[in-house]
């Protein structure tokens, strides 16, 4: 498939068959390759730029996104009405919403027919969250940028939250899986 420049799509039935020629590259999917499944995703549907806001491509996908009131400890879920996915979310969330919503999008992907692993609802649920954490945070560009904010005053996660449109503590997190958290960031996390 070649690379998209724009991906748009109207309906679900629309979006099921571009998302359907894209997982059927994958004999499987699972912890070993879903960060490049994710690199794969946003070459194939033209998520080029950082940060990768899914306010801004859902809807181009199709996907409608509406604030609701969702049962407690819960963050978003996604339905399919007809010819309509929509992803609600809570309104009370109070961090940036990109993770959960990319975390929901990859679970409609898991839930096509055609998805080449059918997927325990723990697995689905990691594996959801690492495709979430890789399209929004990759990992080397997550590198090369972290590696220009070298001065110690600087807190890295922070400045690279706000690149990458994700929480600083999301960020610290995937600094710290990275091996890339500067060390009076690891001193202060401690007591958090």
């Known amino acids: 498939m070649a690379l998209m420049q724009r991906f748009v799509a109207t309906t679900a039935t629309e979006l099921d068959a571009q998302l359907g020629r894209f997982v059927r590259r994958f004999s499987r999917i699972g912890t070993q390759n879903?960060?490049?499944?994710a690199q794969r995703f946003c070459e194939v549907f033209g998520l080029h730029e950082i940060p990768r806001n899914p306010a801004i491509y859902l809807p181009t996908f199709g996907v409608k996104l509406e604030p609701a009131t969702l049962s407690r400890g819960v963050r978003a879920v996604w339905l399919r009405a007809g010819d309509l996915y929509t992803i609600q979310y809570s309104r009370h969330q109070s961090e940036r919403l990109g993770l959960v919503l990319w975390h929901e999008f990859f679970e409609i992907m898991s839930a096509l027919p055609v998805f080449p692993t059918r997927l325990p609802s723990q697995?689905?649920?990691?594996?959801?969250?690492?495709?979430?954490?890789?399209?929004?945070?990759?990992?080397?560009?997550?590198?090369?940028?972290?590696?220009?904010?070298?001065?110690p005053?600087?807190?890295?996660?922070?400045?690279?939250?706000?690149?990458?449109?994700?929480s600083m503590a999301a960020m610290r997190l995937r600094l710290r899986e990275l091996g890339l958290e500067h060390r009076s960031e690891l001193a202060r996390s401690r007591y958090l």
């Open 34 to 37: 879903i960060s490049v499944f």
């Open 123 to 151: 697995i689905e649920e990691r594996l959801a969250t690492q495709f979430a954490v890789y399209l929004m945070m990759p990992e080397e560009l997550v590198r090369v940028q972290a590696a220009e904010l070298r001065h």
């Open 153 to 166: 005053e600087i807190n890295k996660s922070r400045v690279l939250a706000d690149r990458f449109g994700v």
